[in-house]
């Protein structure tokens, strides 16, 4: 199964950068891994930015793909219920999973309605490029415990 990872803007800080670098390489270990970026709205409403940013993600998307969304109000999950869902699509043959990280002000309903799921790392509020290397070392941990291997304890 291949992993797409979808977010709205670049990463400014170079030690998120050194953080989404070093998970993006231990998870290529187990899976490709393909990271695309959609140019942030700026100067807008937050409903326009959501719209044109939803439209942006929405072209980054495989054909074949299951899309969940990281959003603070997505279903709350451990890291080994993760790492179960994770298997599932895998062992359901699943050709391409896609993560969506939105932008300063989430995601627009259409682009919502695309989703398989939605997903929330924490009930606490992180900016949306710091959410970029936490959910890779849970997409990484997940992989480690489907692997058996001793990283998650």
Do not use: C
Request: proline letters at 5%; charged letters at 25%.
């Amino acid at each position: 199964m291949r992993l797409r990872l979808l977010w709205v803007g670049k990463t400014q800080e170079s030690w998120v950068r050194g953080g989404i670098e070093e998970y993006a390489g231990r998870i290529r270990r187990y899976a490709p891994l393909e990271i695309l970026e959609a140019r942030e709205e700026k100067g807008a409403t937050p409903e326009i930015m959501q719209q044109r940013e939803g439209e942006r993600l929405a072209k980054l998307l495989p054909k074949s793909g299951r899309l969940i969304l990281l959003d603070e109000r997505g279903e709350r999950l451990t890291s080994p219920g993760f790492a179960e869902l994770v298997g599932r699509y895998r062992d359901s043959s699943t050709p391409e999973l896609v993560f969506a990280i939105g932008g300063a002000y989430g995601f627009s309903p259409a682009f919502r309605n695309l989703a398989d799921r939605s997903l929330a790392l924490s009930p606490m509020t992180f900016t949306h490029q710091m959410v970029r290397p936490f959910f890779l070392e849970q997409l990484y941990r997940a992989y480690t415990i489907l692997n058996n291997e001793s990283y998650h304890h």
